[in-house]
């Protein structure tokens, strides 16, 4: 019994001498890792060793250029930066321009989120212009964004959906210089300017909720889609200044006595028409007689704008307008002759063109597409 008791205080012994052996080594391997953890807590990644403002610009570079908007939300949205450290969050939030183009759409976000991320990105942007797109079915929604105080600050604004009853818009929008309207579900002008944006250039307008109270002689860039005939007659009239146009028809009503020479646009450079009804209409025939265009240098047309003769109808409208045309387009399924008959008729003008605009028939329709230029 006693020689028992012995071994096991000897045994004791050495699972003690053990033990402050391993607590010896395990207090070097602690300050081992101290000293480690303080290296690596002193070390600087070179990305962050570069000056904030070079960190921004390469910010900028990471979202689109603007005025193109950047996702509110996900990997390609300028909040991703705000998430990889604290020096690249405070970097993000104090560049305004990451933050001044804006897209959302209020059928995938609820309206309460949609609120607090709106309210973030402007806040964010400070005192920058503005890039706003938006699609939109909500009127007391759009109603309460284009209340907001931002909208002076509102460059590019783009608006799709739905507005179902016109009211007027009482911001004065006064940096807006481009316009963007896709509105449905009235059939009279769904949105109506208080105050004319007083430096609006450009305007792109589809099918019939036009708004109103536009200042049509502001316009250099015009682009009218969808659009019934004698709207757009009734628009190009007032737009004196322009330089570069495009004009989809549809096709609707048929204008009767349309008057040549009703449309004159001194400045305008660039014409592109277009036919979305794709069916033969006598004023989409006629629509081209409506222009003088004198100082035009780029025509883009559906070959049904020259009906019935393609080449007697362009040389009315150079003849008319006294243009010096450098190139011309001309889409549609045209027998392969026309390129050098185009070329006979007019050897002044440097460039044509002759794209097969529908590609959707059959290979064994009569006639073939043609692209020629000199």
Avoid at 319 to 344: H, N
């Amino acid at each position: 019994m006693l020689d028992f008791m012995e071994a096991d205080r000897a045994r004791l012994s050495d699972l003690e001498t053990q033990i402050l052996d391993l607590e010896r080594s395990l207090s070097a391997l602690r300050t081992e890792r101290a000293r480690v953890r303080e290296r690596l807590n002193d070390y600087k990644y070179p990305v962050l060793t570069l000056p904030n403002e070079v960190t921004s610009e390469i910010f900028m570079c990471f979202i689109p250029a603007y005025p193109v908007a950047p996702p509110l939300i996900g990997i390609d949205s300028p909040t991703t930066l705000t998430h990889v450290c604290r020096q690249w969050r405070n970097v993000a939030l104090a560049t305004p321009m990451l933050w001044s183009a804006i897209e959302f759409d209020d059928d995938v976000y609820e309206r309460t989120v949609l609120r607090c991320i709106l309210a973030d990105w402007i806040k964010r942007s400070r005192s920058c212009r503005l890039s706003i797109s938006v699609y939109i079915d909500d009127d007391e929604f759009l109603k309460e964004m284009l209340g907001d105080p931002s909208t002076v600050r509102w460059e590019h604004l783009q608006l799709k959906g739905w507005v179902n009853s016109p009211f007027e818009i009482d911001s004065p929008l006064p940096m807006l210089h481009s316009l963007d309207f896709e509105l449905y579900g009235v059939s009279t002008h769904g949105l109506i300017f208080h105050d004319a944006p007083p430096h609006l250039r450009t305007a792109v307008l589809y099918g019939r909720g036009i708004p109103a109270g536009l200042p049509w002689v502001q316009l250099t860039c015009l682009t009218l889609a969808v659009v019934p005939t004698d709207e757009c007659v009734v628009i190009l009239a007032q737009t004196l200044n322009l330089v570069r146009c495009v004009v989809s028809l549809d096709g609707e009503p048929e204008l009767d006595g349309l008057t040549p020479g009703k449309v004159d646009l001194p400045f305008l450079e660039s014409l592109v028409l277009r036919d979305n009804a794709e069916t033969y209409q006598t004023a989409t025939e006629e629509f081209l007689d409506l222009f003088v265009v004198p100082a035009l240098s780029t025509l883009d047309v559906d070959e049904i704008f020259l009906r019935e003769d393609l080449i007697a109808r362009l040389q009315s409208l150079i003849s008319r307008s006294g243009c010096r045309l450098q190139e011309v387009c001309i889409r549609g399924r045209l027998a392969t002759t026309v390129g050098s008959r185009f070329r006979q008729a007019f050897p002044s003008i440097p460039t044509f063109s002759f794209p097969v605009a529908y590609e959707g028939k059959s290979d064994e329709d009569e006639y073939e597409g043609e692209n020629d230029s000199d």
